[in-house]
Each structure stands twice: as C-alpha cells, then as structure tokens.
C-alpha cells in the first residue's frame, strides 16, 4: 500500500527532480500520497518527499501569507524529521537552510544547515551551483572554519565544473561577495585571469 501511495507523489518529484515546478494540484497530491505512504511505513525519504512539496506549496505564497506560512512549518518539521532519520542527506540539509532562509529565520540556523550540507555532500554536482548560491550569501555570519570550508568548496567546483564558473562570478559580484571568490582562487593565476575576463564580460 506504501508504494501505492507513493505513485500519487511521484509527478511531483520528478518535476523537482528535472527542475521543473509542480502545479498547485501535483503538489496536492504529492502532499496526500506521501503522507499516507508514512502512515504505513515511515522513511526519511518519504519524509523528504512530503516535507519538498509542503515547501513547494509554501513558495506559491507570499511571507507572512497565512495559508503559506502553514505549509512553510510543515515542510521543516517534516525535512527534519527526515534529518533525524538520514543525517547523511545533503540534500536534506540545503533543502532545510533554504526553507529557513525563506522564513528569515536567524543567519546562524541558515548556516547551520549549508554547513551539514557541505559537510555531509561536498562533492554532489548537483547541488554545487544551488549551495554555492546560498554560501556566498550567507558569508559575513560565518565564522573562519566555515569560510576555508567555503573556500574550498569553490575551488573545488571552479577546478571540476567549468561551466559554472561564469555563474560563480555572477553571484559573487551581483551579491557582493567578490572578495570571498578572489579570496578562495587567489593562489592560481590562471583562475584570477578567467575571473577577470568573466567580470568584464559581465559587467
């Protein structure tokens, strides 16, 4: 019966899964058939499952909207459900730090969760142009441990994915966060050469 319900939520994920957006009514669905296939075998999957759609219903909504605000505790108490579970889920992590972030909870919570995410998956491609993303924003209210992690996060996704280094310099220069980027590239000088001629292309 637990896989059964699952089918009615999986359209849903397989939207967020491509970087699609669900419909109001897929989200639905994905929310009552997760839910049920919890009542019958509870996973942090499906915990994940339930908590990405109640956010996705959330985001349809403005902050402070009430209907919305209902899905927006939810979605975290159900994402971390599923990190009591699973705490090795870096996806569960970034999902959680941007849940919050959305809230405008404390800085120190956001970056609670982009740390566990970073720790527990530094090296998931996926993620690397979202986290990276949320990182550089949230790097005045880190302390010098979490900074080198996210220096080397960087360079890590500077040296194996070039095809997201124009996005890179785009977000540090458009978030002001330039000096982070510089910063974490400054040892090679080949990097600081394409760093430059990617800022004048952008500017």
Not at 95 to 101: G, K, Q, T, V
Not at 137 to 153: A, G, I, N, S
């Amino acid at each position: 019966m637990a896989a059964l319900e699952d089918s009615a939520a999986a359209p849903a994920i397989a939207k967020y899964q491509a970087d699609k957006v669900p419909g109001h009514s897929e989200l639905l669905d994905c929310v009552d058939g997760a839910a049920k296939a919890l009542s019958w075998i509870r996973s942090s999957v499906r915990l994940s499952n339930l908590a990405t759609c109640e956010f996705g219903l959330a985001s349809k909504g403005a902050v402070g909207d009430p209907d919305a605000d209902k899905w927006q505790a939810r979605a975290e108490e159900h994402q971390l459900e599923s990190l009591k579970l699973n705490p090795l889920d870096g996806y569960a992590w970034l999902r959680l730090a941007i849940m919050r972030s959305r809230r405008g909870a404390q800085s120190r919570d956001v970056v609670a969760a982009l740390v566990m995410s970073l720790t527990t998956a530094p090296n998931v491609r996926s993620m690397w142009n979202t986290r990276a993303w949320y990182l550089l924003r949230y790097v005045p209210m880190m302390t010098v441990e979490e900074l080198t992690m996210v220096r080397d996060q960087l360079r890590t996704i500077w040296q194996w994915q070039p095809e997201s280094r124009r996005y890179l310099v785009e977000t540090a220069f458009r978030n002001g966060r330039w000096d982070m980027l510089t910063w974490s590239l400054r040892d090679d000088r080949d990097a600081m050469t394409e760093v430059e001629k990617l800022l004048q292309a952008i500017e």
